[in-house]
């Protein structure tokens, strides 16, 4: 199992705070069946900045203290980047990490509560260079949540979207496993990632997310989706089902 979103790396972000949160992490990610991490540390989100060739370094470091310990699982490096207006400038200056060594996909992290007006324009910039943007957990954003109608845009530009495994889980609340779940059943979500931060909390839920979509929509479900994310490793095109749009009940709910 790959897992495309997890802080792992450690004191870098508000993920792993210590080696031994990494190791701890890397433990309870091998329980879960995962074999491979993109480590994926918040980018230019305010807060963090990691640019790439400090998460490389960080990520050789890492993956040298599982090698000693004998830990089975390899790790891969990525970054979470936060939407902003210099994206391409970052990519120009080779700033920026994809999921894979061809840099076509990248993690998009939008504000927790808006969709920056520029995104479209945005997305229409990176996909002209031959860019596909990956948008991190939709489900957990306040704008789609209020309208999951509004990622079909963006879908039908070619932008694909990452399901967090605890949302579908539960975790989150209520709410949000529920436009996961309306989201889920329109084919509005691509694949799944734990976005882990740690053991004690925001763990990662990858065995368990699988398990609830296979019980909700089928193994064939499960496949597709795990299939996407190796080819999101791999720089493949993956292949996407047709999406709906989301019809609103008469009293205006989902």
Wanted: hydrophobic share 40%; charged share 25%.
């Amino acid at each position: 199992m790959i897992d495309l979103h997890c802080h792992i790396l450690p004191g870098i972000d508000d993920g792993a705070k210590t080696l031994e949160d990494s190791l701890a992490m890397a433990e309870k990610a091998i329980s879960q069946g995962i074999t491979h991490i993109l480590c994926t540390p918040h980018h230019m989100n305010g807060k963090y900045m990691n640019p790439a060739s400090d998460v490389i370094r960080r990520v050789t470091a890492l993956q040298a203290e599982l090698d000693q310990r004998n830990l089975p699982l390899t790790l891969l490096e990525g970054q979470e980047v936060r939407i902003n207006g210099s994206l391409m400038e970052h990519i120009e200056q080779q700033d920026i990490l994809f999921t894979d060594l061809d840099n076509t996909y990248l993690l998009i992290e939008f504000p927790t509560l808006d969709i920056p007006a520029y995104t479209e324009q945005l997305f229409f910039e990176l996909m002209s260079k031959g860019y596909t943007p990956v948008i991190v957990h939709p489900e957990r954003n306040a704008k789609f949540r209020e309208d999951p109608n509004r990622l079909i845009p963006f879908l039908d530009m070619g932008v694909l979207t990452q399901l967090t495994a605890p949302s579908i889980v539960g975790i989150f609340g209520k709410d949000i496993q529920k436009t996961a779940m309306s989201m889920m059943e329109h084919n509005l979500l691509h694949m799944v990632a734990s976005d882990a931060h740690g053991v004690n909390t925001r763990n990662f839920y990858m065995k368990e997310a699988y398990e609830k979509i296979q019980k909700e929509f089928g193994t064939e479900t499960v496949i597709r989706m795990q299939q996407v994310t190796k080819d999101l490793v791999n720089g493949d095109r993956p292949k996407l089902p047709d999406y709906q749009e989301i019809r609103k009940k008469r009293f205006g709910v989902f």
